[in-house]
């Protein structure tokens, strides 16, 4: 996986590095490979394994810049969790972490695969209406179908798992169980709940389910 390193300590001997899956994973020195650098913002390769980094090597600078040195008055935390804009949360969600319910997801990564899963929905929908009344005709005795409305929900059952594995991350991101998912069904409280656990923000530091992810400011 690759990565960016965002910090490290020579007395304490422990360092942090962002990966590119928007998670922060902890490294010590007997884990970096001959020519890694410790520089914060230096590019990595490393083999993830459950919140650590392993076997890290240095990646060369490629033309267009990505391991340049951070710019002035802009952080490289900031940077390399910016680079993940709203649509790729959205696809990563629904994708590589369609089942994952282990890890954390900040509040971008949550409002991010909402925004996106409901403007697809609205498309949708605005589709279908006008599939019904294409087969349904605008006449007063035309016919009630409402195929047009399949896409919709057939799109609203594919992605079921990935909106539930995302709240899952989302409560362990604030440091509450995962089992807190099934308020989420209670009609009325489970919108309130959505609403304030999007809301809430990350718990600082390490908790029981990883570290804190990339690009959040603690």
Known sequence: M???????????????????????????RKDLNEGAALVRGAVVEFQPDDGAAHDIVAVPSPSSGAGQPPRR??????????S????????RTVSVN?????????????????LCFLLVQVALVG????????VNGFGANAGRSSIG???????????GFSWIALVVRRLHDVG???????VCFIPVIGEAALLVLGLMPSQGGKNPWGSVPAGVRV
Do not use: C, M
């Open 149 to 159: 409305f399949l896409p919709a929900i057939i799109y609203t059952l594919a992605f």
């Open 176 to 182: 509450l169980s995962g089992w807190l998912v099934l």
């Open 127 to 134: 589709f279908g209406i006008l599939v019904n009344l294409a």
């Open 2 to 28: 690759r990565g960016t390193v965002y910090h490290y300590d020579q007395d304490q001997d422990f360092g942090y590095i962002n990966g590119v899956d928007g998670t922060r994973y902890l490294f010590a």
């Open 84 to 91: 993940t804009g709203l649509w790729a949360y959205f696809g």
């Open 98 to 114: 369609y089942f994952n319910f282990n890890g954390r997801a900040r509040r971008k990564e949550f409002w991010a695969f909402w």
């Open 73 to 82: 008055g802009q952080p490289a935390e900031k940077r390399s969790a910016g």
